[in-house]
Structure formats: structure tokens, C-alpha cells
């Protein structure tokens, strides 16, 4: 029977590569995504993936989200947690408005997420859940106190949550990607940016591809004994 996954923000950059590779192995994929209705509609006239709008910082919109999916699809086995802002800027120039958002979507997402599929996984005794940290969670960036703040707390949410899941057969994993060529980085300023690739000691960005195949291995039938791990794949920009 195929697996059913949903790839939050699944429609653009690392998530679009998630949901069309996860397609071709086979998965019934559910992308989310929280406004760009043009971009969404976009994506699912090019690669035949149903996309399905709301904010994964609202929980009850996430609730209602995940239960329309099922309706559609069937009971959802597998869950990336890749929903990701930015909003940076130094502390001193960073207001509520920027922490809070940042927080409550690529960390509180994480949450609202896992509530809404993580009994269903239970029950059927199977379960597959992928969170998107960030190299920066590891390693902080000038810049982004909120955003390596939530990365950060993926990854212990990911440790936290593995120990709950492992005795119903539901992993629980984080990738950490290091700079990938996506809308999120070409935001970056061009020459902060050359300095950070100056960095990375395989010499350039990450393909969005690279992390798909990361999640198409922590998703697999036979990669149940693999819990609580985070993959780093950031070209060596950082190794511990
Ligand atoms: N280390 C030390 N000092 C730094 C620095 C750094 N990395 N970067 C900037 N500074 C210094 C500047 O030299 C400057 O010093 P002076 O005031 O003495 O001249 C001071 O900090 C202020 O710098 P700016 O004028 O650039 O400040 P700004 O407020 O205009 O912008 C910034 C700051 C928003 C952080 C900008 O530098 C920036 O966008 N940096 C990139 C942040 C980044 O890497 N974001 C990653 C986005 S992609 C992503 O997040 C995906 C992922 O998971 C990897």
C-alpha cells in the first residue's frame, strides 16, 4: 500500500524537491503551503502533487489542514516538517513581530504538525517524521537569533520526540541543510553571501535535490532503527 506523506511547505525550493522525489518513489505526496496560491498552483499543474493551503503556526488551521488531507488521501504516514521563514536582522533591530513569527512557524510548526498525525501513527503502528533544522541551528549566524533560535529547537524537539515515538514503530529524524540554492539564500545580501560560500569547503551552494535525498532515506520501509539522528548535509560547512 503507498505510504501518504505531507511535505509542509512543499511547494517551492527544498520542499518542492521533497515532494516531487518522494512522488517517484512511490509516496502519495500532500503538498503544503501558506499563501502563494499562484506558485501552488504552479507546482501542481507541473508535477501532478495535490497542494493543500494553511499556516502551520495556527494550530487549529493545522488540525483542519492534516484532516482534509486525510479525507483526500487517506491516514497520513509520513510528515516533513520543512515550513521555514526568515526574518533577520541584528537583536537590536529585530522586533516582536520578527521573533514571533519565526519562532512560531519553523518551531511551533514542528508542534501542530506532530499533534495532528502523531496518534494516527500510533494507532496503525508506523510512522515517519522529518524535521528540517538548519546548519545555523547547530552553528547560530550573525543575524539570526530567531531563526537559529527555532532551528536549534528542532533539533532537540527531534531528540525529544524520537523517545516517545520509538516504541510504535515512528521515527523521528532531522536533517540540518547548510546553505542550499534556494529563494530563502538568494535573499541573502550577494556579499555576505560570497563570504559564507568562502566557507563551505565543497566550493558551492546546496542543490535542493541533496536534502530530498537525505528525507528519501530517513523515510524508507527499512530505515526504522534510524531515531533521534540529525544528517548534516551543508557541503562540510560545519561537522561535529
Ligand atoms: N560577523 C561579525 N560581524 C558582522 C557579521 C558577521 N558575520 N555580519 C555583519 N557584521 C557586522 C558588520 O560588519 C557591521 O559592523 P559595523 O557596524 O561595525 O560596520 C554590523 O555587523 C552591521 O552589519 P550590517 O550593516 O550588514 O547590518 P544590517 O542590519 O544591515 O544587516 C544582517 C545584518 C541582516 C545580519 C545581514 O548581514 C544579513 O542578512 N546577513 C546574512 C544572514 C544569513 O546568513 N542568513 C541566512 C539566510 S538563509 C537561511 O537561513 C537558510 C539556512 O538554513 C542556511
Given at each position: ?161 524520537a523517545?516517545?515515538?520509538a516504541?510504535?514503530?515512528?521515527t523521528v529524524n ?52 534510524v531515531t533521534g ?12
Open positions: 500500500m503507498a505510504r501518504v506523506a505531507i511535505v509542509t511547505g512543499g511547494t517551492r525550493g527544498i520542499g518542492e524537491a521533497i515532494s516531487v522525489m518522494l512522488t517517484g518513489l512511490g509516496v502519495t505526496v500532500a503538498a503544503n503551503y501558506a499563501g502563494n496560491t499562484a506558485r501552488a498552483e504552479e507546482f501542481t499543474g507541473r508535477t501532478g502533487i495535490r497542494a493543500f493551503q494553511w499556516d502551520v503556526s495556527d494550530f487549529d488551521a493545522t488540525q483542519a489542514g492534516v484532516a482534509a488531507v486525510e479525507a483526500a488521501l487517506g491516514p497520513v504516514d509520513i510528515v516533513v516538517n520543512n515550513a521555514g521563514i526568515t526574518r533577520d536582522g541584528t537583536l537590536m533591530k529585530m522586533s516582536k513581530a520578527s521573533w514571533n513569527e519565526v519562532i512560531d512557524t519553523n518551531l511551533g510548526g514542528c508542534f501542530t504538525m506532530a499533534k495532528a498525525v502523531f496518534t494516527g501513527m500510533k494507532e496503525r503502528g508506523w510512522g515517519r517524521i522529518v524535521n528540517i533544522g538548519s546548519v545555523n541551528g547547530q552553528a547560530g549566524q550573525y543575524g539570526q537569533v530567531n531563526y537559529a533560535a527555532a532551528k536549534s529547537g528542532i533539533h532537540g524537539f527531534t531528540k525529544a520526540l523517545q516517545e515515538g516504541r510504535f514503530g515512528i532531522a536533517i540540518a541543510p547548510g546553505y542550499i540554492d534556494t529563494d530563502m539564500v538568494a535573499a541573502v545580501p550577494g556579499d555576505v553571501l560570497a563570504k559564507i560560500v568562502q566557507r563551505i569547503p565543497v566550493g558551492r551552494l546546496g542543490q535542493a535535490n541533496e536534502i530530498a535525498r537525505g528525507v528519501a532515506f530517513l523515510v524508507a520501509e527499512d530505515a526504522g532503527f539522528s540529525t544528517l548534516s548535509i551543508n557541503g562540510g560547512q560545519h561537522m561535529y
